[in-house]
């Protein structure tokens, strides 16, 4: 049994410290959301606890695995390593966040288009992977793509479908159409 499992032999669940709370604000996919946070709760445990936001998950839970990859202050940032206290101040994109008034996104049209996922575990991590990548270069080629998603561990799919999705959403992207 690992250090991190509960009575119950449940893994990562979450366990209060019962330590003093600590105030911490943020903007999370566009609203501002003012919080008292447990100071030994991690990013990823307060993002499923506190604001109800699952579609970010956790593999390892030990920074090794890229499924919690979230966007912060616009660099992809695993949120199983950062406290939620840590996030005073700071602007996240979620996974959630991606899809615009109940509007999948480019990317996450490519991802589907290419059958750049199976069971879909990864998939939040890699969009947010992705998401964080083409933000800062919209033209990216091969082996930048490879590099932007090193992090991020898929045991099912091969990578080739994920970088061809985020090939062609660069593409559309840059030719500015958001349809198929
Ligand atoms: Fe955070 Fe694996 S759950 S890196
Ligand atoms: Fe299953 Fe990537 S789609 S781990």
Redesign the pocket.
């Known amino acids: 049994m690992c250090d991190r499992h509960n009575k119950e032999g449940d893994c990562f669940e979450y366990v209060e410290s019962g330590m003093p709370r600590v105030p911490m604000s943020c903007k999370i996919n566009g609203e501002i959301v003012h919080k008292m946070v447990d100071p030994t709760m991690t990013l990823l445990q307060f993002l499923h606890k506190d604001m109800s936001l699952f579609g970010t998950k956790e593999g390892c839970g030990e920074g090794e695995c890229g499924a919690c990859t979230i966007k912060m202050n616009g660099r992809a940032v695993n949120s199983c390593l950062v406290l939620a206290a840590e996030a005073q101040g700071s602007e996240i994109i979620t996974v959630e966040g991606l899809s615009k008034n109940g509007e999948l996104s480019v990317l996450q049209k490519e991802f589907i288009k290419h059958d750049?996922?199976?069971?879909?575990?990864?998939?939040p991590g890699?969009l947010m992977s992705a998401r964080a990548l083409l933000d800062k270069n919209n033209d990216p080629d091969l082996e930048e793509v490879k590099e932007a998603i090193a992090g991020n561990?898929?045991?099912?799919?091969g990578y080739f479908p994920?970088i061809d999705a985020i090939l062609a959403t660069a593409k559309k992207e840059r030719e500015g159409s958001d349809h198929e």
Do not use: S, V
């Open positions: 750049a996922l199976q069971c879909g575990f990864c998939t890699m561990f898929c045991r099912c799919t994920i």
